[in-house]
T-cell receptor, first 114, second 115 residues
Framework: AQKITQTQPGMFVQEKEAVTLDCTYDTSDQSYGLFWYKQPSSGEMIFLIYQGSYDEQNATEGRYSLNFQKARKSANLVISASQLGDSAMYFCAMREDSNYQLIWGAGTKLIIKP | ETGVTQTPRHLVMGMTNKKSLKCEQHLGHNAMYWYKQSAKKPLELMFVYSLEERVENNSVPSRFSPECPNSSHLFLHLHTLQPEDSALYLC??????????????FGQGTRLTVV
């Protein structure tokens, strides 16, 4: 079974609009962490934001925020005021307390239109 | 400038060649990883080296051989590869091997093409 599901293979968004990238996860651990990474065409994975399962507040980092709904097991990434440079692949990942490795979603390709 | 450096950035090799990918991190991290990224597939963890453990993904073919001489350097030795091994190979490091808030830092990857 998929542990991380990103249902949007690709998205087009108009520049300056906000965009939400979906991520749902599956775990039986009580303690886990959720991550979002950006991968531009250059290939490097760039860390964007982290949310811990016990964090009561939604994480925010500049224009990035994480809409964490624990009961629904969702951790959507919200990018406000999108920019052309936001065009990239975006990956959601999870690290469980019982596991040593990051578990990755298949990614969402985001294209920002001028 | 990334703290994790991978060389080469691009590699084309024949199926009978032997080559090595190199990864170097200057972040003082204690864990390093090799990932394979194929088109339209989730990232696949190949190997983990950390102070706590060395972990291998048992599904990785023996034609891929990792080497970690110290905590700053990681190699992936390649021999008699197949065309389906063509992919982006990403190296990552993290402060430690475990912990839910352990973030991984990635290099820019090596784009490997097997002909």
């Amino acid at each position: 079974a998929q542990k991380i599901t990103q249902t949007q293979p690709g998205m087009f968004v108009q520049e300056k609009e906000a965009v939400t990238l979906d991520c749902t996860y599956d775990t039986s651990d009580q303690s886990y962490g959720l991550f979002w990474y950006k991968q531009p065409s250059s290939g490097e994975m760039i860390f964007l934001i982290y949310q811990g399962s016990y964090d009561e507040q939604n994480a925010t980092e500049g224009r990035y925020s994480l809409n964490f709904q624990k009961a629904r097991k969702s951790a959507n990434l919200v990018i406000s005021a999108s920019q052309l440079g936001d065009s990239a692949m975006y990956f959601c990942a999870m690290r469980e307390d019982s596991n040593y490795q990051l578990i990755w979603g298949a990614g969402t390709k985001l294209i920002i239109k001028p | 400038e990334t703290g994790v450096t991978q060389t080469p950035r691009h590699l084309v090799m024949g199926m009978t060649n032997k080559k090595s990918l190199k990864c170097e991190q200057h972040l003082g991290h204690n864990a390093m990883y090799w990932y394979k990224q194929s088109a339209k597939k989730p990232l696949e963890l190949m190997f983990v080296y950390s102070l706590e453990e060395r972990v291998e993904n048992n599904s990785v073919p023996s034609r891929f051989s990792p080497e970690c001489p110290n905590s700053s350097h990681l190699f992936l030795h390649l021999h008699t590869l197949q065309p389906e091994d063509s992919a982006l190979y990403l190296c990552a490091s993290s402060p430690r091997g475990r912990g839910v808030n352990t973030e991984a830092f990635f290099g820019q990857g090596t784009r490997l093409t097997v002909v």
